[in-house]
């Protein structure tokens, strides 16, 4: 066989099989499996005067900030990559409550520049005295939750789920709705001690 009839029939087979009608599409951004921990949780019961369940797969550890007082804390997630920043206050006035409570709506709201919705939704145990606002921010902002709890008098406790990524709320939404449920397990079992 000469070299052209094999170059001949070569152009052939090609021209041929690029002419069958397949109908090819793109596929879709793949991302990460995620593999979630079963939910498992243990008590905070130590010398703060609140107590409350967090997860067993995430890391309470003081908060070592320059500025952190007693009672602060970071419930680190390592495997997601996020952090729930939590502080407390020992509330002495009316107006310090106040200005604790503005200042919540205020963090929450600064995320209305890239937010898609910001929901709110009261939190209410009154047999326990817990009151508060969780804040279900969605889009690509930096906090996806934010909430306060109080017992409206003298106790303040505040958390704010942070990732150590770029937000991109599509990405990480089944893991915000993971840790979520991990919060309101949080609020249900929190207890102040006196």
Not at 7 to 18: M, Q, T, V, W
Request: aromatic share 18%; with cysteine.
């Amino acid at each position: 066989m000469s070299r052209y009839s094999c170059l001949f029939l070569l152009s052939s087979l090609l021209a041929f099989s690029a002419c069958n009608n397949n109908n090819y599409t793109p596929k879709p951004r793949g991302y990460y499996r995620i593999d979630f921990p079963a939910k498992a949780y243990q008590l905070y019961n130590k010398a703060c005067p609140f107590s409350f369940e967090y997860p067993r797969y995430a890391v309470l550890q003081a908060d070592s900030s320059a500025d952190t007082q007693p009672c602060w804390y970071n419930l680190s997630f390592p495997q997601f990559n996020g952090r729930l920043h939590l502080t407390y206050y020992d509330v002495s006035s009316r107006k310090e409550y106040e200005n604790l409570v503005e200042d919540a709506r205020t963090f929450a709201f600064k995320h209305t520049v890239k937010a898609n919705a910001i929901d709110q939704k009261i939190i209410n145990y009154p047999d326990k005295k817990v009151y508060g606002v969780y804040y279900a921010i969605e889009g690509n902002t930096a906090s996806s939750v934010q909430f306060f709890l109080t017992d409206s008098t003298k106790h303040y406790f505040r958390g704010a789920l942070y990732f150590n990524e770029r937000p991109q709320y599509d990405s990480i939404q089944p893991v915000v709705a993971f840790i979520k449920k991990d919060i309101d397990q949080m609020i249900s079992t929190f207890k102040w001690k006196n």
